[in-house]
């Protein structure tokens, strides 16, 4: 049994755009990967001293960790559109604990018979089972739809555990054709991200409110621009006329991504706003993609930064029936140690956020166990976290 105890805290989020942050904790304890209480340090005074790990947030404050919800895995650590190796890793030190895979669509030469596509996505989706790079947890294995798929070969892939889908990267002559296979995913438990917008790369098409009414897929993939947004006009009725969930990504269109969380805040839709960074494509490999995001949103629009928070963590948890995202008994523990910038006008993350600073990332927990201290990518933060042991080997080179 592994236990830790993170203390300290000055101030916690929940994950929760309803209760964003947890007024009564400075505390959350783990037992083996799993958060098994949050509160005061001083009613938990018997869990702290039973710990094998103790962090000590320093006054800093502790969060879920990031989702990144669109991020382009293909297999091991390596990027082919990047030719980038440990990028994962590299993310896990921007704060992402999980990441998910929108389709293996970079791989090189990717099938588009049912046998491939169903391998593909079955051994993206069982290698990163057995792969946790940086110790983030890889939600892999998305089936790209193809107009070849049966409903047979959907009842394949939920046998096989698969849970994601991606459309808008197939052989269709018309996007609305897909219609039959994004019923045939869902009916077996698979949801479904469409893409949304113009045209990313050579094999998409652009994707237009027409069709996203017609094919009525589960998450409106970067509805903000994958890089080119949908018109306004159709943003606004993919909002008022679906239920969908509604990603907004760092390679995106950041003007449009403003209106839309907007939109949502006025309208009291903010549980269907998801985050991702839709990298690494054309836009790069950003391991600070979403962290980058959260600060532009929460300095760019009227919603409180920790709102904006539970849009990258809880949102994404609950939309794809996820085991982190959430500061509660039960949750996976996947937690960052966050705080404003050494050298910030403001005093913590949330008022750094505010602003549009990134903050530091000065430690990661995911799985319980200690991952990072003090971020080779995000500045140093004016509080660092301390943890007992002392784990030098965790220690960061910064830049």
Known sequence: MSTLAVTGAGTVLSGDHRQPILADA?????VDGLITAVGRAADLTAE?????????????????????????????????????????????????????????????GR???????????????????????????????????????????????????????????????????????????????????????????????????????????DVCGHINGGPTSLSEDGVDTIIERTD?????????????????????HAEGRIDRVVIGSDTPTGTGVMPLGVLKTVAELSSLTSVDPAVVWAAATGNNARTWELPAGFVRPGAAADLVVIDAPWGSTAPDALGALAIGDIPGVTAVVTSGEVRALTSRNTPRAARLAEVRPAMPHLAAAGH
């Open 111 to 217: 099938p588009h018979d049912a046998i491939g596509v169903k391998a593909l996505a079955i051994a993206a989706k069982s290698c990163f089972a057995n792969f946790r790079p940086g110790g983030m947890t890889v939600h892999a294995g998305a089936v790209v739809l193809e107009p070849v798929l049966t409903d047979e070969d959907f009842a394949d892939l939920e046998k096989a555990g698969v849970r994601l889908a991606k459309f808008g990267f197939g052989l269709y002559e018309d996007p609305a054709d897909g219609y039959e296979q994004v019923r045939s995913a869902q009916r077996h438990g698979i949801t479904v991200m469409c893409h949304s917008g113009g045209a990313s790369i050579p094999g998409s098409k652009p994707i237009t409110p027409d069709h996203l009414l017609h094919l009525a897929p």
């Open 48 to 108: 702290i001293e039973a710990s094998e790990v103790v962090l000590d947030a320093g006054g800093a404050t502790v969060a879920p960790g990031l989702i990144d919800s669109h991020c382009h895995v293909v297999l091991g650590d390596y990027t082919p559109r990047q030719k980038t190796v440990d990028f994962l890793a590299s993310y896990v030190h921007g704060g992402i604990t999980s990441v998910v895979s929108p389709g293996e669509i970079h791989a090189q």
């Open 244 to 264: 969908m969930a509604l990603q907004l990504v760092q390679a995106g269109n950041l003007r449009s991504a403003v209106r839309i969380l907007e939109k949502c």
């Open 26 to 30: 400075d505390t959350v304890i783990a």
